[in-house]
């Protein structure tokens, strides 16, 4: 049977027609032609919708009780610039949407996220092993093409020399600080929470006979001001995700702590147009504890640690593109997932993959690159990098 609030909820959030199939039975909701069906082979609670649109929704979907009957992605890129209209019960979901920031909760969040296995993530990542947004300067560019060119677009913004000391905070699994190495002579450090990054960066350093070169470490950024290390230049990307809003500040702080007097930073980051706290189901599921920034409130930090703004660059549609190919090699692979993985978890990421994408697309989220100077530099170039 069908439910006139449920009828009535999702038409507020969906802003096309569709089709409502329950059952053996259809129902058009919308005016025009609809553009996709949607099945529920299990009625949604009204209180789960009530609490939050994303989380009654994503678990119906991870768990097989609702489907569409087109693509995924292109279903969410037609109503996900409607989040707005989403419902989110923040005093219900207080404790998933405001976690701790201490160190030993953010170092579960992170681990809870990177830490489920390396075979997983060389599934459907290229070569490189670099999950943040590529660069496609060329239509034709390959995900392995865009990563190498992110890699190298960041390198020319930090104007490495040969012998110079880069840090990078949150590592990953270490592609850019052994391009760094390789093609500058830089001696580079990488810091990371995850002991699955950690154990394959550092041996892909030996792989790579960099190890006079490079070093990681497991490391906590809120470590950095304590340590005595100093770099030329520091990058970041996509890191301060994890942070959480409180820290801001704090993480700012550290980068200060430890980079020269005239040493460039460069900050990759997923951001928001606004402050908000941030998805229900993105939290419970995909980053515990991961909240965006807003931009303002990032660049409205850097005054106070005498860091100059150099460049602020958006990177919002190379982001949608690089989860488009993600999610196609996320596919390609599905049958080995499933079976690593487990045919719910997979369910989960390919939403995930396909929600994000999508919300990229709608400018829901964005992705800033910004280039600081710590005081002025006026040795650096007065042409902009690209």
Not at 91 to 109: D, I
Not at 282 to 301: A, D, N
């Amino acid at each position: 049977m069908f439910d006139n609030f449920f009828i009535e909820y999702l038409s507020n959030i969906i802003p096309v027609a569709f089709n409502l199939q329950i059952e053996d039975e259809t129902r058009k909701v919308g005016n025009g032609e609809a553009e996709f069906t949607i099945m529920i082979k299990k009625p949604i609670s009204k209180t789960e919708l009530l609490t939050s649109t994303s989380l009654a929704l994503g678990e119906a979907y991870m768990r097989g009780e609702i489907d569409v009957d087109k693509d995924l992605y292109e279903v969410l890129n037609l109503f996900l610039g409607e989040m707005g209209k989403f419902t989110t019960n923040k005093s219900k979901l207080k404790s998933l949407l405001f976690t701790a920031t201490s160190k030993a909760n953010q170092k579960k969040e992170v681990s809870s996220h990177y830490d489920i296995g390396n075979e997983f993530y060389r599934l459907w990542l290229d070569e490189t092993m670099s999950y943040s947004c590529g660069y496609f300067k060329e239509e034709k560019n390959t995900l392995y093409e865009a990563q190498m060119n992110k890699i190298h677009h960041i390198l020319d913004k930090l104007h490495l020399e040969e012998g110079m000391t880069l840090l990078d905070i949150g590592c990953g699994w270490g592609a850019l600080l052994i391009e760094a190495a390789k093609k500058y002579g830089i001696k580079g450090t990488g810091i990371t929470l995850s002991q699955e990054q950690h154990a394959k960066f550092k041996e892909r350093i030996q792989e790579e006979g960099l190890t006079q070169l490079l070093d990681v470490r497991i490391m906590d950024y809120r470590d950095l001001i304590k340590s005595e290390l100093t770099f030329d230049r520091i990058v970041s990307v996509g890191m301060l995700e994890h942070v959480g809003r409180k820290n801001y500040d704090l993480f700012i702080k550290n980068a200060d702590a430890v980079l020269k007097e005239k040493g460039l930073f460069l900050l990759h980051s997923i951001t928001a147009l606004k402050e908000h706290p941030g998805d229900a189901w993105i939290k419970k599921y995909i980053f515990p504890g991961g909240t965006v920034p807003s931009l303002r409130e990032i660049l409205q930090l850097m005054p106070e640690y005498r860091f100059y703004i150099l460049d602020v660059e958006s990177l919002r549609r190379h982001y949608n593109r690089t989860l488009l190919c993600w999610r196609s090699r996320f596919v390609e692979h599905r049958e080995e997932i499933v079976t690593l993985m487990g045919e719910e978890f997979t369910r989960m990421w390919e939403l995930y993959l396909a929600s994000c994408a999508a919300t990229f697309n709608n400018g829901i989220i964005d992705l800033h690159q910004i280039l600081l100077s710590k005081g002025a530099n006026n040795e650096l170039p007065m042409i902009r990098v690209v």
